[in-house]
């Protein structure tokens, strides 16, 4: 008799709660809660589009049951600013997954950290030591020499007389300057040759990459339920030797970096090398030094990708875009010499063909999660401790009230209206804003600008052969992150002399 009563209980006891908060709170509106899975059933698989959908039917900020986990969804810039700004010390804490809770040992690195002293610490050690202006100056090399490997591989399959005017991949073309440019920024390893070969210890490292996010895709039902994680105990295992086998290839690289630095009695402008010698100095655990590493390599992998991936699309969907930006670079680099970070304050369009992708395209729509430390206010609504706050910059981005005619992609609205994008302009927040904003936004603005320009400047792109550009597919995949769900094909066709399209290799 005992075990027909449990459900029945369980639901007893979820409904005696949702009354409780209601009654003590004010809480936002919102669809009505399932007892024990909340929403779950409700919500589609693009996330951020159906909490805007969801923001037309019960207003700017709602409220959406994960299980039994309150969530709070704010969708216009006048909300994002109260929870980032005016409350962002009560709301900068994090939400941990099992998986993120796993991988950053509960928060002992930034992206995941709660805040407080060690929040604090690590902060400061990311802004002065890892992303100050010198520090990227110094690694700009690096930068600049894989978007030129990129642009000799791009000249190579587009002249191939095999191509046959098909369209590229450009994943694959972005994924690679990616992929090369954070495993050398971060552990000063290039992986991967000029053949795109990579090696044993890189295929181990990719190998990481891949299953770290594949789970973290497969989030259970056990996430948001928690009294049924004992029956997911194979994922928990999945998770512990994901987390060792990633800790045993960072620690190899440690220690390789500290027998050639003893050896040579100096250090490279590398970030491990940089977190290894600050060490001591900032009382840093081996745990915070691996879990810092791998917020730069999830931060900076998959969004560059992204980010430019959406860019190109919309340029070959807008060709009078494409047009202006090449007219741009023509007038002030020409067709002698080849385009470098250091031309971008004399290529103002540019920046803004970089700033409106961002702004439609977000990598990261949702922001990661906030969780409230305390009770606050939003909206004149009732945020209780512990709830998690989630900030739609997807939505924000494109509302109508902020911006004119906001799904169009023009890049001139930035120069009628000078748009701060990191975050001082709570209607452009493809980095975050207050406490937790993203520290290394300007590397991201500069990669990300210097390999549209780079594809701008050497080629002119158009659909494949037989797609018309308004056909190409603009939806996203779910997720976190937000790939284009039809991976873009175009067709690239060399604009600059042969010779300027030759990546000479620098060793940094």
């Known amino acids: 008799m005992a075990l027909p009563l449990l459900p029945i209980s369980i639901i007893l006891i979820f409904l005696a709660y949702k009354l409780y908060q209601r009654l003590r709170f004010k809480l936002p509106p919102g669809p009505s809660p399932l007892p024990v899975v909340g929403n779950l059933y409700d919500v589609k698989p693009v996330r951020f589009r159906c909490f805007a959908e969801w923001a037309q039917v019960y207003g700017p900020i709602f ?24 409350n962002d010390q009560q709301l900068a804490d994090r939400y941990r997954t099992r998986s993120s809770a796993k991988f950053s040992r509960d928060g002992k690195d930034l992206i995941w950290a709660d805040y407080g002293p060690h929040y604090v610490k690590v902060r ?11 520090r990227l100056e110094s690694l700009r090399p690096i930068r600049e020499d894989e978007v030129s490997a990129m642009v000799e591989s791009i000249f190579k399959d587009s002249t191939n007389p095999d191509n046959g005017g098909k369209g590229l991949m450009m994943r694959n073309y972005l994924g690679s300057v990616a992929f090369n440019n954070i495993t050398r920024l971060t552990f000063g ?41 004992w029956m997911f105990i194979v994922e928990n295992d999945t998770l512990a030797q994901h987390a060792a086998r990633r800790d045993r290839l960072t620690r190899i690289i440690m220690e390789e970096h500290t ?9 490279k402008q590398h970030f491990v090398d940089a977190l290894l010698t600050l060490q001591k100095q900032y009382d840093l655990s081996d745990d915070t030094v691996i879990g810092l590493l791998w917020d730069m390599i999830t931060a900076g992998m998959d969004t560059t990708t992204i980010s430019v991936e959406w860019a190109m699309g919309e340029l070959v969907k807008n060709p009078r875009v494409q047009q202006k930006a090449q007219e741009e670079l023509d007038r002030v680099i020409g067709t002698d010499r080849v385009m470098s970070e250091t031309d971008f304050s004399n290529l103002p369009y540019l920046q803004c063909v970089a700033k409106e992708a ?22 004149g609504y009732d945020i209780p401790k512990e709830s998690i706050v989630h900030v739609n910059v997807w939505a924000i981005a494109r509302d109508p009230k902020v911006w004119k005619n906001p799904l169009e992609f023009r890049p001139e609205r930035f120069l009628e209206e000078d748009v701060d994008m990191k975050g001082h302009d709570y209607r452009l927040l493809p980095f975050g804003a207050g406490r937790r ?14 390999m549209l320009g780079h594809l701008l400047h050497h080629f002119s792109w158009e659909p494949p052969q037989g797609v018309k550009p308004e056909d190409i597919d603009m939806v996203e995949n779910p997720g976190t992150v937000t790939y284009m769900r039809s991976p873009l094909q175009a067709v690239a066709k060399p604009r600059l002399p042969a010779h300027l399209y030759k990546r000479v290799a620098v060793d940094i």
Request: hydrophobic content about 40%; overall charge positive.
């Open 437 to 450: 904003v993203c520290p290394g936004a300007q590397l991201a603005i500069n990669l990300v600008t210097s």
């Open 259 to 267: 027998l050639a630095r003893n050896k040579s009695g100096g250090a």
């Open 358 to 379: 961002l702004r439609l395209h977000p990598p990261t729509p949702l922001m990661l999660p906030h969780k409230a430390n305390a009770n606050v206010k939003i909206g």
């Open 189 to 229: 390893k290039r992986f991967m040759n000029s053949e795109g070969v990579i090696d044993e210890q890189g295929q181990e490292f990719k190998g990481i990459v891949s299953n770290g996010i594949k789970i973290g895709a497969k989030l259970s039902m056990a996430e948001h339920i928690p009294w049924l994680r």
């Open 63 to 86: 409220s959406v049951y994960f299980g039994s986990q309150l969530n709070i969804v704010v969708n216009n810039s006048e909300l994002a600013k109260e929870v980032l700004k005016e």
């Open 124 to 134: 400061k050690v990311c802004n002065i030591e890892l992303f100050s202006p010198k």
